[in-house]
């Protein structure tokens, strides 16, 4: 299958931090790409750079057979883009809005109607298209915000953090509108935080963190790059001195990472099963106060945890 967009070592510094360090990856005609990654991890610098509004330091990208350098206006005709910020005018009805953003991709007269009308059908707010943006909920500000990237039907579609900040209803809506989507054959750069959103939607994840692409492939591919570990998940009371506790347990046969997080530890470990009574025994001695434990098995967040050292929430 061919590629839609290609990326090679992109680069973006702001002085001297380096936002996004040398990423490179593809994506194909009709796949959904998630770029999997904690807030700061260089999502939405990638993004930006690949939707032309910001050049890269180094590197370059083609959609379409485009560069994202040399043909910006070329690229702009084939994606649409849901920023992360709504882009949406509160004393605008949601018809007003999308009218202002299709002239703005050359759209006029009867096939912008037209697609208005679509679009509005599509995110389940005709009923809604004359009502004031200002007294939507954030979940329907969200889903005209993606309506308005729709309309010029693009060929790759940007999603940076879509579900950000909304309803569980909205969420999910939103979640089986990218699967329609993609079921139309669009091919959609997702990025997240949540490792359940690219789990469900993805094709391919691409983990990124610190501005590095880690690790690129489907969720068997990267659980198989890590090994077939799980995570034991450890609450404990807050008094606890957790770090020295985990390290203690660094030490624990059986074990392979230990991770701090908020109010607990995170354990990575070959055999959950084997390596549970004797890890609790292990962390009491240590002198933690252990409130409640949780073992997943093998997913995105135990991959991401094996390979960066800590949570995917942070």
């Known amino acids: 299958?061919?590629?839609?967009?290609?990326?090679?070592?992109?680069?973006?510094?702001?002085?001297?931090?380096?936002?996004?360090?040398?990423?490179?990856?593809?994506?194909?005609?009709?796949?959904?790409?998630?770029?999997?990654?904690?807030?700061?991890?260089?999502?939405?610098?990638?993004?930006?750079?690949?939707?032309?509004?910001?050049?890269?330091t180094s590197g370059d990208a083609r959609i379409n057979g485009f560069s994202i350098i040399n043909d910006n206006m070329q690229v702009r005709k084939y994606i649409g883009i849901v920023p992360q910020e709504i882009a949406l005018y509160d004393d605008l009805t949601a018809m007003e809005n999308l009218h202002y953003w299709g002239r703005l991709y050359d759209l006029g007269g009867r096939e912008l109607e037209q697609r208005v009308q679509e679009v509005l059908k599509q995110i389940g707010l005709s009923d809604r298209a004359k009502d004031?943006?200002?007294?939507?909920?954030?979940?329907?500000?969200?889903?005209?915000?993606?309506?308005?990237?729709?309309?010029?039907?693009?060929?790759?579609?940007?999603?940076?953090?879509?579900?950000v900040g909304i309803d569980p209803?909205?969420?999910r809506m939103i979640l089986d509108m990218v699967k329609e989507l993609n079921q139309q054959r669009m091919s959609i750069l997702y990025t997240t935080h949540y490792m359940e959103e690219a789990q469900e939607l993805s094709d391919r994840v691409g983990i990124i963190d610190h501005g590095?692409?880690?690790?690129?492939?489907?969720?068997?591919?990267?659980?198989?790059?890590?090994?077939?570990?799980?995570?034991?998940?450890?609450?404990?009371?807050?008094?606890?001195?957790?770090?020295?506790?985990?390290?203690?347990?660094?030490?624990?046969?059986?074990?392979?990472?230990?991770?701090?997080?908020?109010?607990?530890?995170?354990?990575?470990?070959?055999?959950?099963?084997?390596?549970?009574?004797?890890?609790?025994?292990?962390?009491?001695?240590f002198g933690a106060h252990i409130k409640s434990i949780e073992v997943v098995e093998p997913n995105l967040e135990?991959?991401?945890?094996?390979?960066?050292?800590?949570?995917?929430?942070?």
Request: aromatic share 4%.
């Open 1 to 56: 299958m061919p590629s839609i967009l290609q990326a090679n070592n992109l680069v973006r510094k702001f002085g001297d931090l380096l936002a996004v360090d040398n990423v490179s990856f593809d994506i194909q005609e009709g796949e959904i790409f998630s770029l999997l990654g904690p807030n700061g991890a260089g999502k939405t610098t990638t993004i930006s750079m690949l939707s032309t509004l910001l050049a890269p």
């Open 132 to 163: 004031r943006v200002k007294t939507y909920s954030g979940g329907m500000k969200r889903r005209v915000n993606i309506a308005a990237g729709l309309l010029h039907k693009p060929k790759l579609l940007f999603m940076d953090e879509p579900t």
């Open 169 to 171: 209803q909205s969420r």
């Open 212 to 285: 590095k692409l880690i690790a690129v492939g489907t969720q068997p591919e990267l659980t198989q790059q890590v090994g077939e570990t799980d995570s034991i998940r450890i609450q404990t009371d807050a008094m606890d001195d957790l770090p020295t506790v985990a390290e203690k347990l660094k030490g624990f046969d059986g074990i392979n990472r230990v991770i701090v997080e908020e109010g607990g530890l995170n354990l990575i470990t070959n055999d959950a099963e084997s390596s549970l009574a004797p890890i609790i025994n292990q962390a009491s001695q």
């Open 302 to 314: 135990t991959v991401f945890l094996h390979l960066t050292g800590r949570a995917l929430r942070d």
